[in-house]
């Protein structure tokens, strides 16, 4: 019995067909293999893409290297959410470059000047990115169709 009361899981397919069940049995093999870490990379990359601020911060980098308060700047001049605070964008500068998205580049001068960009990974992320958001604009106009059906049924 589920947890939940219901019958079900990968061994009681309950009302799932049996096509489906094996998509979902191979699919949480797949899973397993990452484990369940919150810091695995299946889990943490998987969240930039949905991320407030870092998918832009990699198209951006994605144009050349780029200093912090420049890349500030030019981040809240092109989002809707305006301006990311300094704070922020540390955060997501050093959390891409921990996953060996970005690459941080200091130079020995005084005051150090320190610069961002993309590594070969991040080059590669920012192609499959591009690829989500070249399919959301050919879709857009059947997702603004449907949640108009939608809420019309709602009312």
Same mark, same amino acid.
């Given at each position: 019995?589920?947890?939940?009361?219901?019958?079900?899981?990968?061994?009681?397919?309950?009302?799932?067909?049996? &096509?489906?069940?094996?998509?979902?049995?191979?699919?949480?093999?797949?899973?397993?293999?990452?484990?369940?870490?919150?810091?695995?990379?299946?889990? &943490?990359?998987?969240?930039?893409?949905?991320?407030?601020?870092?998918?832009?911060?990699?198209?951006?980098?994605?144009?050349?290297?780029?200093?912090?308060?420049?890349?500030?700047?030019?981040?809240?001049?092109?989002?809707?959410?305006?301006?990311?605070?300094?704070?922020?964008?540390?955060?997501?500068?050093?959390?891409?470059?921990?996953?060996?998205?970005? /690459?941080?580049?200091?130079?020995?001068?005084?005051?150090?000047?320190?610069?961002?960009?993309?590594?070969?990974?991040?080059?590669?992320?920012?192609?499959?990115?591009?690829?989500?958001?070249?399919?959301?604009?050919? /879709?857009?106009?059947?997702?603004?169709?449907?949640?108009?059906?939608?809420?019309?049924?709602?009312?």
């Amino acid at each position: 019995m589920c947890p939940h009361g219901r019958r079900g899981g990968l061994n009681e397919p309950d009302d799932i067909d049996a &096509s489906a069940h094996a998509a979902i049995a191979a699919l949480t093999r797949h899973m397993a293999v990452h484990g369940k870490s919150r810091d695995g990379p299946v889990r &943490s990359l998987s969240a930039y893409v949905g991320d407030r601020w870092s998918t832009l911060i990699l198209l951006v980098l994605d144009t050349g290297t780029w200093r912090h308060a420049a890349l500030r700047r030019v981040l809240g001049e092109i989002s809707h959410e305006g301006a990311i605070s300094q704070r922020v964008l540390t955060l997501k500068l050093r959390s891409l470059e921990r996953d060996g998205l970005v /690459h941080r580049d200091t130079t020995t001068d005084t005051p150090p000047r320190v610069s961002y960009r993309l590594t070969s990974n991040g080059q590669g992320l920012v192609g499959e990115i591009r690829g989500v958001l070249g399919w959301i604009e050919d /879709h857009s106009a059947d997702v603004v169709a449907a949640r108009c059906r939608f809420d019309a049924r709602e009312m």
